[in-house]
Structures are given as C-alpha cells and as structure tokens.
C-alpha cells in the first residue's frame, strides 16, 4: 500500500537515494530542499531543519499533498570538521542544530498524526562516526550519538502504539558530504574498511526503505550499521 514518506535533506546525496528508492516502491514520497528545488519526480518542500516554523510548514504542505507522514527519513546533516582546540562553540552547537535538534524537531512534528493512526515508521539517519567516535568530528559524532540516545527513547515511548523508530549508522558513502575528505584521509578510512570499498547510496536506502516495511515491524530502538565493517563491535 502506499505510503507518505518524508526525507528531509532528499535533494541530494543518501537523502535522494532514499527517496527515489521508496518511489520505486510505489509510495507518495516527499523531499526537503533548501532552496534549490527538488529533482524531477519528486514532490519538493522548502525546510530548513533548523527552523521549527519551517519544519511545520512543510509537514502541512505534506499533509495537504499527501496525507499525513507515516514514514519518516530525519536524514538532512551537516560537518564542520576540526580540531577541538580549534572548535568554537558555535561551531559545535551548529553542527548539533542541524543533525540533532533537527531529527528532534521534525520528530515531534511528525509524532502527533502518527499517534492518530496509530501506526509511523521513523529513520534516523546517524553515523558510524557516533557509535566509534572521530578524530576531528567531535560535534558530529556528539550529534549522531545524540540522535541515538533520542531514538531509542521514542522508541520506548512510542512502540505501545504502533509506531517504530530505528537508526541508520552508515560509513564511508560517497557522496558532496565525503568528497571533501583529503586523499590521506580517504586511504585511511578506506584501510580500515573490512570490505575495503566505500559505499554508494542505494547501498544505505535499501536498510532504510526494509526498516520502514512489513519486513521490520517487530524491530525498534535498533541501530543498524550500513559501514561495510568500518564500526564492527560499536
Ligand atoms: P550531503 O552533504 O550530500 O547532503 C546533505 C543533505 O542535508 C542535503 O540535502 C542538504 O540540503 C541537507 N541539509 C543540510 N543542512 C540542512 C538543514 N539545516 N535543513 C535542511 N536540510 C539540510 O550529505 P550525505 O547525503 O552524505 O548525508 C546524508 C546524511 O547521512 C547526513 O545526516 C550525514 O550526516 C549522514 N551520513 C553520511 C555519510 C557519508 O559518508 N556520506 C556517512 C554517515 C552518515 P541542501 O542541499 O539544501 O544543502
């Protein structure tokens, strides 16, 4: 049966994978942009996450189009890597604005008309970088660490009612967000990857798109790692 799907950040990178994948299912998909529009086929809403007024107008914009959102993708993220002698405090809470607060924000919007029908899926969109921890990603990983502890607590919360919350730590996938990595620091990365390749994106939708089927419905509160064997045992 068809569903509306929200991903936010899907214009582009593992958000857009996402969203063409549950497309391809047959759903009535959304997307977020910032601006920039939405790619061909997709029903687009402008959304910055860190922007609760925003966040709202574009849920309403969703509902109007296509329902209220029974599969929710929290998958919109920022770095901004360094060292912490050199991370200012707006550097760290910005980064948690966007991946953290911004899953918290459109969680709680999102919570309300789920709770009505008595059924939602949410995605959370995290990192290995958050469960093993990242030399100069000390906001980000706090961030996707975050973003689990939250999860796992709407999933206790939430499961009474039909409604399962899980979370995505992918690895290394290319995309915008890792092409600005240094060569030394991809051939790091890389030698520490059990399957000694990165990923594409299509390789972390299809774990999202299986946790918001019938396949998952007795799995929540599940932090599944989509890394290639970067994280084993964190
Ligand atoms: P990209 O940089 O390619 O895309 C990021 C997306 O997030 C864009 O759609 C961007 O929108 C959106 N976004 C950023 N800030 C905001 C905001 N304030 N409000 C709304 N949307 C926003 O990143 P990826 O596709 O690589 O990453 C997607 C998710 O996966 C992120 O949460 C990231 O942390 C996570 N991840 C990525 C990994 C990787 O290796 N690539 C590894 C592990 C996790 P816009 O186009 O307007 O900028």
Do not use: W
């Not at 240094?182 to 999202?208: C, D, H, M, N, S």
């Amino acid at each position: 049966m068809s569903r509306s799907v929200l991903v936010t950040g899907g214009n582009r990178g593992i958000g857009l994978a996402i969203a063409r994948a549950f497309a391809k299912e047959g759903d009535r998909v959304a997307v977020t942009h910032r601006g920039g529009g939405a790619p061909d086929g997709l029903f687009g809403v402008r959304c910055d996450v860190t922007d609760a007024a925003a966040v709202d107008r574009a849920f309403t914009e969703v509902e109007q189009r296509h329902g209220p959102v029974e599969v929710l993708v929290a998958n919109a993220g920022v770095t901004a890597d360094m060292l912490l002698m050199r991370m200012d405090e707006a550097a760290f809470t910005g980064v948690l604005d966007t991946n953290l607060t911004g899953a918290f924000r459109v969680a709680r919007r999102a919570v309300g008309p789920m709770l009505r029908m008595r059924r939602g899926r949410m995605i959370f969109i995290s990192s290995v970088s958050g469960l093993s921890g990242a030399a100069g990603q000390a906001n980000y990983a706090a961030a996707k660490a975050g973003m689990v502890g939250l999860a796992r607590s709407l999933a206790r919360e939430l499961g009474s009612r039909g409604i399962t919350v899980n979370v995505v730590a992918p690895g290394y996938v290319r995309t915008d967000m890792t092409d600005s990595l240094t060569e030394q620091r991809r051939a790091e990365v890389l030698g520490q990857i059990a399957l000694r390749r990165t990923a594409v994106p299509e390789e972390v939708a299809g774990v999202v798109v299986f946790l918001a089927g019938e396949a998952a419905s007795y799995i929540t509160g599940a932090v599944v790692p989509v890394d290639g064997g970067l994280g084993m045992g964190h």
